[in-house]
């Protein structure tokens, strides 16, 4: 099973502030990674596809990179609406596995 | 618009049954891959299972619930579904719905249904 480690774990964010979030693969994935955000209550949502692909709708402060076992999700000139707690997920190989989860507080 | 919805959370005794459910609508059912992944309150994703969309159909689980957790399908119904038996305290969680796409990322998601298993 790959895991995922993400850091950090929390992030306390002004507005306007950049954010990176790391997501380090225990084995080389290539680009089969993904990003998600989940808002307090809410499901899921997809924000990156293949580690650098936006996805359709997504605010174009978000940017991802990366490829193998490090990738990253940037979030330039945060927004109050962006507090929530961010996955990263592979698809290289089975089982599906996802970070831990990142949780950005704004202040 | 894209829509899943679930159904079929609630309490049960440890050793029972539950069957969940998942109704899609805005798009065309039978072409997508589907999945279920959950998520213990307050902690992170746990990937379930997935069914491919295929006339010769494939499953995949997480070995946490293999042998014991079902995923089916009736594409007439535009329905997704997880049969759970033997159910565990540990598998209590809310159980999302998601199409799987491309095989490999999860848009969109449902609302989610909560399982408790419990005495």
């Known amino acids: 099973e790959i895991v995922l480690t993400q850091s950090p774990d929390f992030q306390s964010v002004t507005p306007k502030e950049k954010v990176t979030i790391t997501c380090r693969a225990s084995?080389?994935?290539?680009?089969?990674l993904h990003w998600y955000q989940q808002k307090p209550d809410q499901s899921p949502k997809l924000l990156i596809k293949?580690?650098?692909q936006s996805f359709s709708g997504v605010p174009s402060r978000f940017s991802g990179s990366g490829s193998g076992t490090y990738f990253t999700l940037t979030i330039n000139s945060l927004e109050a609406e962006d507090a929530a707690t961010y996955y990263c997920q592979q698809s290289s190989s089975l089982p599906f596995t996802f970070g831990q989860g990142t949780k950005l507080e704004i202040k | 618009q894209v829509q899943l919805v679930e159904s079929g959370g609630g309490l049960v005794k440890p050793g029972g049954s539950l069957r969940l459910s998942c109704t899609a609508s805005?798009?065309?059912?039978?072409?997508?891959?589907m999945s279920w992944v959950r998520q213990v309150p307050g902690k992170g994703l746990e990937w379930v299972s997935y069914i491919s969309s295929t006339l010769t159909i494939t499953r995949y689980y997480a070995d946490s619930v293999k042998g014991r957790f079902t995923i089916s399908r009736d594409n007439a119904m535009n329905s997704l579904y997880l049969q759970m038996d033997s159910l565990r305290a540990e598998d209590t969680a809310v159980y999302y719905c998601?199409?799987?796409?491309?095989?490999?990322?999860?848009?969109?998601w449902g609302q989610g249904t909560l399982v408790t298993v419990s005495s």
């Open positions: 293949y580690a650098s």
């Open positions: 084995q080389s994935i290539g680009s089969s």
């Open positions: 998601a199409r799987l796409r491309g095989g490999e990322w999860f848009d969109p």
């Open positions: 805005g798009f065309i059912f039978g072409d997508y891959y």
